[in-house]
């Protein structure tokens, strides 16, 4: 079993930076997938960025290729997503997730929002 919990969500204008944390819980964090999703208003949910356990492996959404960073320290059970040069349509509720598998996952965190002005 795995809990997540995000943090660093917030209000940000256009063009500003937020990193984003997802600390989980357990001793065997290293051997699970994790990846950063988002649910935007009058769209679907998407997974915009995964890095694998080991942080070999990692693949972002086109959207936020270039502004966005995943990055992991498994010391401290810890997921990251640096987001730069925000624009208003990242707004949305960002959450991790957790798997065995690069692209399925079978725990959830309870998700930060992030509002961009313009």
């Known amino acids: 079993q795995v809990q997540l919990v995000e943090s660093g969500g917030g209000l940000v204008q256009a063009g500003g930076s937020l990193r984003l944390s997802c600390a989980a819980s357990?001793?065997?964090?290293?051997?699970?997938?994790v990846g950063w999703g988002r649910q935007t208003p009058g769209k679907e949910r998407e997974f915009v960025a995964r890095?694998?356990?080991?942080?070999?492996?990692?693949s972002y959404v086109d959207s936020v290729k270039g502004r966005f960073t995943i990055s992991r320290d498994n010391g401290k059970n810890t997921v990251y997503l640096q987001m730069n040069n925000l624009k208003p349509e990242d707004t949305g509720v960002y959450y991790c997730?957790?798997?065995?598998?690069?692209?399925?996952?079978?725990?959830w965190g309870q998700g930060t929002q992030v509002t961009v002005s313009s």
């Open positions: 890095i694998s356990g080991s942080g070999s492996s990692i």
């Open positions: 997730a957790a798997g065995t598998r690069f692209t399925r996952y079978d725990f």
């Open positions: 357990g001793r065997t964090f290293s051997s699970y997938a």
